[in-house]
């Protein structure tokens, strides 16, 4: 084990050996939210009074008797307790009854190029009348409602109402199939199910309501469907159960009381979509969930709700959507920008085109989208007006310093801060960030935990690295938006997060991690996704980086191979700037640079050129179906991917023109 620690310490050294450095801008400084230092001395001094400051930001019907109580035993936190509180109260009704009313919380832009605009006001009215509409389709506090929808408006308000009226969401994902909507429904105990007939996708139709239907075959909890009508065409229908959404929300009064939710109650679950046959149901609560996000969207984006417009370019139906689409920007009072369609249609400008048709100031995307947007080029961004844009943000898997610096420099214009942010569904909020105003960053580098946040990088037995060092991040601290329990298994939960550490009271989000000589954490992905070549661990982030610091390459996957001589031999697929086939020359040039970047010992055995990668909707590289690939294993479920024929031609491609040396 010592050798293989020498070994990734020497890799993480040379991958991270990252020396550019940016200040926060003097103008930037002078009007930050946040800009001295000294907050987060104050925050680590008495975490429980920082977080109750920032639960005092939003409107409580009642004060919390205690800011955490935390039983260690089962690692359950209860913060805020005796508050009452309701997310969707926070989320509209104050803005609206301050006066706000008029200000837009979503301007939407439908992928044929539709537009919709709501105000509060008016998103305050849909949402009661959908609350009021579940209601009288017998849902109830406490009830499960299953959401099944594409990115329009009314999956925001489907969110609110549930949360107005004390029903526990469950929001699918829109590209997720009838069996995973049915696992979900099932795990749940769903009582009813918002839908749409269907949605668009890439100028095609997705069947979202036929695919609900396959699902509740096997679903007997569901007695009630509301099915929107987004498309038109004709879709089948059970008399009783299924009610169109323009029939039954809009009879209903723009009126509805919000319920008083204790701050442990239940606010949503959110299922992961690991590779494990049952899904995990993450469980979050209202007062402290709704604490962390706000706070950490407010500071960590800067926001000034008089003047910013903001992007999150994520689907909420995974966590960044609920949380940096939904509830935090809308706590904030922020007009944010709301998408149906992907980045490449009509054409690879569509995300230029809305940033400057909707003077966005604040855009948050994902690594593999700008790394997508390299391979595709500077020419489509330069094609429009992006000079309104302040502040960049990156999320859902660590960025390569080379793809930070292009975010910086051609969609960001060299003026804007970039924050680089780490997080989980189950942290439900932010955890590592730069503050804007505050830190000075490093390309590559998530910086530091969030004020009142407390993280460690630790050895395999829990002991704290020096820094320069790098192993497994753990936090050390309870935090506000932490989840709860994992839905109906607490045992589960337990063991997915507390086991490993669980003795010294950390929680495990299984992420490797290096700490700098300046306490800068840079977060290396999952600790399953290390490969083990011939007795030296290497994590596929880092061989990845360093196929991306080549100037030819815009993009690349590793995954292992079984290999009888060295155990696991490393096979990576790689997108060339501006498409096309490399040849056995550039692959055995590839193979020499990440050697020289890592070491011999990281020299890719097979290099695999392709024009795109297997990608989920929200942009994550499905490294899962590369692996069955490399193991002529048939394909697991693609149900969750951008374009499922990617996947199909990267394995013919394999197959047909391998690069082995």
């Known amino acids: ?70 039983d260690d035993a089962r690692k359950a936190a209860r913060w805020f307790d005796g508050g009452l509180i309701n997310a969707s109260y926070n989320c509209l009704d104050r803005h609206v009854d301050a006066g706000h009313g008029s200000q837009v919380a979503f301007a939407w832009e439908g992928e044929p190029g539709d537009t919709r605009t709501f105000t509060y006001a008016e998103l305050l009215a849909e949402t009661c009348r959908l609350a009021n509409a579940l209601k009288e389709l017998g849902v109830k506090r406490g009830d499960r409602v299953a959401i099944y929808m594409g990115m329009v408006p009314e999956l925001p308000a489907a969110l609110l109402a549930c949360s107005r009226i004390g029903a526990i969401h469950s929001v699918v994902f829109g590209g ?21 007939d269907q949605g668009w996708r890439r100028g095609n139709k997705i069947l979202l309501k036929n695919i609900a239907d396959d699902a ?32 039954v929300v809009a009879r209903q009064s723009d009126k509805c009381e919000p319920e008083k939710m204790a701050a442990e109650d239940p606010l949503y679950i959110l299922y992961s979509s690991g590779t494990t046959a049952r899904p ?37 139906g995974w966590v960044t959507g609920h949380s940096y689409i939904v509830y935090g920007p809308l706590a904030n009072r922020t007009t944010s920008v709301l998408y149906e369609g ?17 003077n966005v100031t604040v855009l948050y995307t994902a690594p593999t989208a700008i790394r997508t947007f390299m391979k595709w080029g500077p020419e489509y961004p330069k094609r429009h007006d992006m000079s309104s844009l302040r502040l960049l943000g990156s999320v859902g898997e660590p960025i390569n310093p080379e793809a930070w610096i292009w975010y910086s420099e051609q969609i960001g214009g060299g003026r804007c801060p970039v924050v680089d942010t780490w997080w989980q569904t189950e942290t439900g909020m932010i955890m590592l960030s730069p503050l804007p105003g505050i830190t000075k960053t490093k390309p590559g580098s998530a910086t530091f935990p969030y004020p009142g946040v407390f993280a460690d990088v630790v050895d395999q037995s829990g002991k ?13 601290k309870p935090w506000p938006a932490m989840l709860r329990t994992l839905w109906g298994d607490h045992e589960r939960y337990l063991a997915t997060y507390w086991s490993k550490f669980g003795h010294l009271g950390y929680y495990f989000p299984a992420d490797g991690c290096k700490r700098d000589e300046e306490g800068y954490y840079w977060l290396l992905g999952r600790v399953d996704d290390v490969m083990n070549v011939s007795g030296h661990r290497i994590s596929t982030m880092e061989v990845e980086s360093a196929f991306v610091d080549h100037p030819m390459v815009a993009e690349s996957a590793v995954v292992s191979k079984k290999d009888d001589i060295t155990g696991e031999a490393i096979a990576a697929f790689v997108t060339l700037k501006g498409g096309g086939i490399g040849s056995k020359e550039d692959a055995d040039n590839l ?61 013919d491609l394999a197959q047909s023109s391998p690069t082995e040396e």
């Open 591 to 651: 193979r020499k640079h990440v050697a020289s970047k890592i070491g011999a010992f990281a020299r890719p055995k097979y290099i695999t050129f392709t024009p795109d990668l297997p990608k989920t909707r929200s942009g994550k590289i499905m490294r899962r179906l590369l692996r069955d690939v490399m193991e002529n294993r048939p394909l697991g479920d693609t149900t969750t991917l951008a374009d499922a024929t990617v996947v199909k031609n990267i394995a």
């Open 464 to 476: 704290s690295v020096p820094l320069g060092g790098g192993g497994y991040i753990v936090i050390t």
């Open 280 to 316: 995990k149901g993450i469980m979050h609560t209202t007062g402290g969930y709704l604490t962390g996000v706000s706070s950490t969207h407010q500071y960590i984006f800067d926001i000034d709700p008089s003047r910013d417009v903001f992007w999150c370019t994520a689907d909420i």
């Open 1 to 70: 084990m010592a050798d293989q620690t020498s070994d990734q310490g020497q890799a993480i050294e040379a991958l991270f050996a990252e020396k550019r450095t940016f200040a926060p801008a003097p103008e930037f400084q002078k009007t930050a939210q946040w800009k001295d230092p000294a907050v987060y001395e104050r925050a680590a001094k008495d975490f429980e009074s920082f977080w109750a400051e920032q639960a005092h930001r939003l409107d409580w019907f009642e004060q919390w008797k205690t800011v955490l109580q935390w």
């Open 216 to 247: 509740l075959k096997a679903s007997p909890s569901i007695e009630k469907v509301i099915v929107l009508k987004r498309v038109g065409d004709a879709v089948d229908w059970t008399p009783g159960r299924d009610h169109w959404y323009h029939d």
């Open 342 to 358: 992907t980045p490449d249609f009509p054409d690879k400008d569509r995300f230029w085109a809305i940033v400057e048709k909707y």
């Open 176 to 196: 997720f199939s009838a069996d995973s909507l049915r696992d979900r429904i099932q795990d749940g105990s769903c009582k009813a199910l918002i839908t749409q």
